[in-house]
């Protein structure tokens, strides 16, 4: 089954412990992208990778780090986390030859920094 | 920059009752558009999408039409179920991403 996993699902942490959110897509997708969600803001582009060592800000790219070393993993790095972190994370990928602008979405990670 | 913008929620319908959620964007050049639906506990999934003027995207008896000379891509349904309740989000392609609207809620009752 076509899937993008993300993990953890839910994760409830404090001011400063770095996190990694991991997603890891089935697909042989070459881009893949981080969203946050915020209430009344939509979704925003974090980071997003074209392909293996080719990773690029979005528009929200302050205090996150990501890593693109294999095709199917795009890993979500919280150095440290801060309250104004905590939102719905989403990973997404597509297929930019034959489905230009069709993301794939993970189920999302509810991030809780306290 | 490229921007869209939705109808506030939520959007309150009594099933069958006929469904408009007001979309308008803003952009440079002709992206293509889309609209997003995500259900509870879900992300987000392909709706429909229209890639150029005057196209007419369907899916699951929902249709939207890309109006040029509005700048508008209006997603409607004629006869809506309970199971259609879920957020939507309207969306345009916009340099490497998605730019996405705030969503609009939809709450079907039986």
């Known amino acids: 089954e076509a899937q993008v996993t993300q993990n953890p699902r839910y994760l409830i942490t404090v001011t400063g412990k770095k996190l990694t959110v991991t997603c890891s897509q089935n697909m042989n997708h070459e881009y893949m992208s981080w969203y946050r969600q915020d209430p009344g803001l939509g979704l925003r582009q974090i980071y997003y990778?074209?392909?293996?060592?080719?990773?690029d800000k979005g528009d929200v790219p302050e205090g996150y780090k990501v890593s693109r070393k294999e095709k199917r993993n795009f890993p979500l790095i919280l150095e440290s986390p801060s309250p104004n972190q905590t939102s719905l994370y989403f990973c997404?990928?597509?297929?930019?030859?034959?489905?230009?602008?069709?993301?794939?979405f993970g189920e999302g990670s509810r991030l809780t920094v306290l | 920059g490229n921007s869209v913008t939705q109808m506030e929620g939520p959007v309150t319908l009594s099933e069958e009752a006929f469904l408009t959620i007001n979309c308008t964007y803003t952009?440079?050049?002709?992206?293509?558009l889309f609209w997003y639906v995500q259900y509870p506990g879900e992300g987000l999934q392909l709706l429909l999408k229209?890639?150029?003027?005057?196209d007419k995207g369907s899916n699951k008896g929902f249709e939207a039409t890309y109006r040029k000379e509005t700048t508008s891509f209006h997603l409607e349904k004629g006869s809506v179920q309970v199971s259609d309740s879920a957020v939507y989000f309207c969306a345009l392609s916009s340099f490497q991403k998605l730019v996405f609207g705030t969503g609009t809620r939809l709450l079907v009752s039986p």
């Open positions: 997404a990928s597509n297929d930019r030859q034959m489905r230009p602008g069709e993301l794939f």
């Open positions: 229209a890639t150029k003027a005057d």
């Open positions: 990778s074209m392909n293996v060592e080719v990773t």
């Open positions: 952009a440079t050049g002709y992206p293509s």
